[in-house]
């Protein structure tokens, strides 16, 4: 007898048959436990003669769930030869449901007994799909752990990531992509990606998301359209910027083009997005010496001291790469010529590492610290300083406190950004 639950009026049902008759007989089940909810599972031993209504659920402590058991008989049967006594008999599991949902068990026991985690014919979704739509993160980390098929399609041709975008279950999408989630897949009726979807939708968390995980924004869908074709057709300007503008404006930038930055920034791009290295666009046209796209960018407004993911800000860039007229802007226009990247160094010490002597005066002059002593003047006139030459890298690095990677090749500064690459400084 089930310690958990107890039977009544007793573990024999009584079924009613009648010719012509629905049969059908009910037994009440009760929670003998005073403090915590049971969930159960009653089983038929012979599933083609029996059907249970309900065959799981949860019973509050002390409370009672009524089942009704249907007797199948098929037409023009006879009755058993043991009527009016059957010796039929039917199994009942039952657990004290934890912290947990009691969905979540429920699905936890019907996966102990071997329940099938596939889509069946008949059904349109498989469980991986209904738990990934209703935003149910404890039953979906359940199926995956027991090695759903994660990419499973429902009979539409969708998986389940495509679905927990449409239903706006970040959580649920962030488990799946976890696990190993195909952001790349189209579906079937129209050729749509989960990006695509979430782009209709205007939902920028979740293209954050999806972008961060990997998904590709060049895939067309069945009409041809990218994501960022799809965004601009339902008029959500805000994600333009993480599906196509940014990046635009951070090429912009780095080549030195105001037209097209002024371009981008008028059609929505945000001025202070960060590329996949975590440089604003001032860092890239500091690093490069494009004076006249630094100052569009200070004029539109672009944090100046905005830092990157190892402290730099775009002064640090400019020192670092000898550029002065870049350097003067930035000062003038207020960088903080103080700020510390996350190793504690700051533009001037890395001024003063590489002899860049004119460029130190430019920040003593903006007010930078030098030998323990600040102070503040006029910036002097813009001079063309020659620094020094022949110095080798490693000298440089150790004496900036900069940590120098290995590299193939010493390249010029103005190549592509890369700060651990030897630079000679003309």
């Given at each position: 007898m089930d310690r958990l639950i107890s039977l009544e009026p007793s573990n024999l049902v009584a079924i009613r048959i009648e010719q012509g008759q629905r049969c059908?007989?009910?037994?009440?089940?009760?929670?003998?436990?005073h403090t915590m909810p049971v969930a159960f599972r009653l089983q038929p031993m012979d599933k083609n003669r029996y059907t249970i209504r309900p065959q799981s659920g949860i019973i509050s402590p002390l409370a009672t769930l009524t089942v009704q058991i249907t007797y199948e008989?098929?037409?023009?049967?006879?009755?058993?030869?043991?009527?009016?006594?059957?010796?039929?008999?039917?199994?009942l599991h039952s657990v004290v449901v934890p912290a947990a949902s009691g969905e979540t068990l429920i699905v936890e026991l019907l996966l102990a007994h071997r329940a099938s985690m596939e889509?069946?014919?008949?059904?349109?979704?498989?469980?991986?799909?209904?738990?990934?739509?209703?935003?149910?993160?404890?039953?979906?980390k359940l199926?995956?752990?027991?090695?759903?098929?994660?990419?499973?399609?429902?009979?539409?041709?969708?998986?389940?990531?495509?679905?927990?975008?449409?239903?706006?279950?970040?959580?649920?999408?962030r488990q799946l992509l976890t696990y190993g989630a195909r952001a790349d897949i189209r579906n079937s009726d129209d050729g749509d990606t989960p990006l695509h979807i979430a782009a209709a939708?205007?939902?920028?968390?979740?293209?954050?998301?999806?972008l961060q995980k990997g998904a590709n924004k060049d895939i067309r869908n069945k009409v041809g359209k990218t994501a960022y074709d799809v965004a601009a057709e339902?008029?959500?300007?805000?994600?333009?910027?993480?599906?196509?503008?940014?990046?635009?404006?951070s090429i912009a930038a780095r080549k030195g083009e105001v037209r097209t930055m002024q371009r981008l920034l008028e059609n929505g791009a945000c001025i202070n997005g960060l590329d996949q290295h975590g440089w604003t666009a001032l860092h890239r046209a500091s690093f490069k010496?494009?004076?006249?796209?630094?100052?569009?960018?200070?004029?539109?407004?672009?944090?100046?001291?905005?830092?990157?993911?190892?402290?730099?800000?775009?002064?640090?860039?400019?020192?670092?790469?000898?550029?002065?007229?870049?350097?003067?802007?930035?000062?003038?226009?207020?960088?903080?010529?103080?700020?510390k990247t996350n190793k504690g160094v700051a533009a001037i010490q890395i001024a003063e590492a590489l002899n860049y002597s004119g460029i130190t005066r430019i920040?003593?002059?903006?007010?930078?610290?030098?030998?323990?002593?600040?102070?503040?003047?006029?910036?002097?006139?813009?001079?063309?300083?020659?620094f020094g030459k022949g110095k080798r890298e490693q000298q440089i690095m150790d004496k900036a406190g900069i940590k120098k990677k290995t590299v193939a090749r010493p390249r010029s500064v103005r190549s592509s950004y890369d700060r651990t690459r030897t630079a000679t400084v003309m």
């Open positions: 059908f007989g009910e037994l009440t089940l009760r929670n003998v436990m008989s098929p037409p023009h049967s006879l009755l058993p030869e043991s009527f009016p006594y059957c010796d039929d008999t039917f199994l889509r069946s014919e008949s059904s349109t979704w498989g469980p991986i799909h209904l738990a990934a739509g209703g935003g149910h993160v404890e039953i979906l199926l995956l752990l027991k090695n759903a098929n994660v990419n499973a399609l429902t009979k539409d041709g969708n998986t389940a990531l495509h679905i927990a975008v449409e239903e706006r279950r970040r959580d649920c999408a939708l205007g939902d920028d968390h979740m293209i954050k998301l999806l339902h008029g959500h300007n805000r994600l333009f910027d993480a599906l196509r503008l940014g990046e635009s404006l010496g494009w004076v006249d796209a630094v100052r569009t960018l200070i004029e539109k407004g672009i944090d100046i001291n905005a830092k990157d993911e190892d402290g730099y800000t775009a002064l640090h860039c400019a020192v670092e790469s000898g550029h002065v007229e870049v350097i003067e802007v930035l000062v003038k226009k207020g960088a903080d010529v103080e700020s920040l003593v002059y903006g007010g930078a610290t030098k030998n323990g002593s600040a102070s503040k003047h006029e910036l002097p006139p813009t001079t063309l300083v020659s």
